[in-house]
């Protein structure tokens, strides 16, 4: 079984990597980087990059992948609709987060690029309406100067001004971090919100997934 991530950040391989290591050893990945879709769907809106998404998801199933998963919260729609045209599992790495975060209640959702916020409020309205639950109730937070220190390298920066933000947080029952990026803000934080980010559920459900 081949499972083929599409990442619009290189940071992405090393953690899903690692997270391959630890809770799926002998699951075959295949990283594909294409940071300017990114760069493209933030500019113009996801849909700009939907055929250059479906031609990448069309490629990686001719090269052998039985899943795709999207680890891009801003591409994640077109990535899924992308895949329903083709017959073939595509998955985006923040729904399995999304279905237990609407289970809360009030949600937080902290992201440190705008066109992130959209689409996961979106996310969220979506998995509760499938789980049979009322519109969640939900707060979207940008983390000023967050995106420019990822940008910049500044990797450590960047997560403790996302942990800063988390901590700030006082009327909600989860946050949602919503870039696969954001992760490693949750060892971070001292808040006694549940806080829950994207990459080690989402592998797990493309495990699934590549493996039917």
Same mark, same amino acid.
């Given at each position: 079984?081949?499972?083929?991530?599409?990442?619009?950040?290189?940071?992405?391989?090393?953690?899903?990597?690692?997270?391959?290591?630890?809770?799926?050893? !002998?699951?075959?990945?295949?990283?594909?980087?294409?940071?300017?879709?990114?760069?493209?769907?933030?500019?113009?809106?996801? /849909?700009?990059?939907?055929?250059?998404? *479906?031609?990448?998801?069309?490629?990686?199933?001719? /090269? !052998?992948?039985?899943?795709?998963?999207?680890?891009?919260?801003?591409?994640?729609?077109?990535?899924?609709?992308?895949?329903?045209?083709?017959?073939?599992?595509?998955?985006?790495?923040? &729904?399995?987060?999304?279905?237990?975060?609407?289970?809360?209640?009030?949600?937080?959702?902290?992201?440190?690029?705008?066109?992130?916020?959209?689409?996961? &409020?979106?996310?969220?309205?979506?998995? *509760?309406? &499938?789980?049979?639950?009322?519109?969640?109730?939900?707060?979207?937070?940008?983390? /000023?100067?967050?995106?420019?220190?990822?940008?910049?390298?500044?990797?450590?920066?960047?997560?403790?001004?996302?942990?800063? *933000?988390?901590?700030?947080?006082?009327?909600?029952?989860?946050?949602?971090?919503?870039?696969?990026?954001? *992760?490693?803000?949750?060892?971070?934080?001292?808040?006694?919100?549940?806080?829950?980010?994207?990459?080690?559920?989402?592998?797990?459900?493309?495990?699934?997934?590549?493996?039917?």
């Amino acid at each position: 079984m081949i499972l083929t991530l599409l990442h619009t950040s290189a940071v992405h391989v090393p953690v899903f990597d690692a997270l391959r290591d630890a809770d799926h050893p !002998g699951l075959v990945l295949r990283h594909v980087v294409r940071e300017e879709l990114l760069d493209r769907a933030g500019a113009r809106g996801p /849909e700009a990059v939907a055929g250059d998404v *479906a031609d990448l998801v069309a490629g990686a199933v001719a /090269e !052998g992948a039985t899943a795709v998963l999207c680890t891009c919260s801003t591409i994640g729609a077109v990535a899924e609709s992308a895949g329903a045209a083709l017959g073939v599992p595509v998955l985006r790495v923040d &729904r399995p987060m999304a279905a237990e975060a609407v289970r809360a209640g009030r949600i937080t959702v902290l992201a440190t690029l705008p066109s992130t916020l959209a689409p996961t &409020r979106a996310l969220l309205v979506e998995e *509760a309406r &499938r789980a049979g639950l009322p519109a969640p109730d939900v707060r979207t937070v940008l983390v /000023e100067g967050a995106w420019e220190r990822f940008g910049a390298g500044d990797r450590d920066g960047c997560l403790d001004l996302v942990a800063a *933000a988390a901590d700030a947080v006082t009327d909600a029952e989860v946050i949602v971090l919503a870039q696969g990026s954001m *992760a490693g803000a949750v060892t971070r934080t001292t808040t006694r919100i549940p806080v829950l980010s994207s990459p080690r559920p989402g592998l797990a459900a493309a495990a699934v997934a590549a493996s039917r």
